[in-house]
């Protein structure tokens, strides 16, 4: 696209009446001054190709009353510049390609919390802490070795308390209602005998 200056000489403004088939056009000629030097012309700029073509056509243009001055190239902003849009369109085609930090490695997953299962299972304790067998006789057989083991067997499988089964007799005979029968201890001595002497298992004997 062009912007043109187009000149009166002599006059320092002008309202020119252009011609243009049964339309006339006002182009208004402005800015001109006197100096010692003579006149500065009255001037018009456009950039419209239309306006240009109509002065340019008319007879003023042609018989030497309005003259061209200056002629600038300017970018037409109508028309899209081809090498940023296939720039643009490269730019949104191209895959995005993500990076590795985005999967997570070994270490990362290492270091991520534990879920709640995870967790659970971690601080778990084992529940049964003795070693169980199965006797001949139909009872559970369970080693333990001493009394007070004898004690939080019974506590924690069937909740009996301690003071219940103050003697290793009482313990045995809490233990085979619920199917069990210690063994290890002194337990052993009882098992040997098909009835347990209860004047030796006293509370002295724990």
């Known amino acids: 696209m062009e912007k043109i200056t187009y000149g009166v000489p002599g006059l320092v403004d002008w309202i020119a009446e252009i011609k243009a088939g049964a339309a006339t056009l006002r182009v208004h000629f402005s800015g001109g001054a006197l100096t010692t030097y003579g006149v ?14 109509v002065i340019e056509q008319s007879s003023e243009f042609k018989n030497g009353r309005i003259i061209t001055l200056r002629r600038t190239e300017i970018p037409d902003s109508n028309k899209p510049v081809k090498p940023a849009k296939r720039k643009l369109q490269a730019a949104t085609q191209s895959p995005t390609l993500q ?3 985005e999967q997570p490695t070994p270490d990362a997953a290492s270091s991520q919390p534990a879920t709640e299962h995870e967790t659970a299972a ?7 802490n003795f070693e169980t067998t199965a006797a001949t006789d139909g009872f559970t057989a369970v080693e333990v070795s001493c009394l007070q083991d004898a004690h939080a067997y019974l506590q924690e499988k069937f909740n009996l308390a301690s003071y219940k089964v103050r003697s290793y007799e009482a313990a045995q005979r809490a233990a085979a209602e619920h199917g069990v029968r210690f063994t290890g201890a002194k337990f052993d001595t009882l098992n040997s005998n098909d009835e347990p002497n209860n004047e030796e298992m006293t509370d002295s004997e724990e």
Not at 40 to 53: C, G, S, W
Not at 122 to 128: G, L, V
Request: no cysteine.
């Open 40 to 53: 500065t012309p009255a001037e018009y700029t456009t950039a419209n190709p239309f306006i240009q073509k």
């Open 122 to 128: 971690t601080n778990e304790e084992p529940i049964d």
């Open 99 to 101: 990076p590795d930090a």
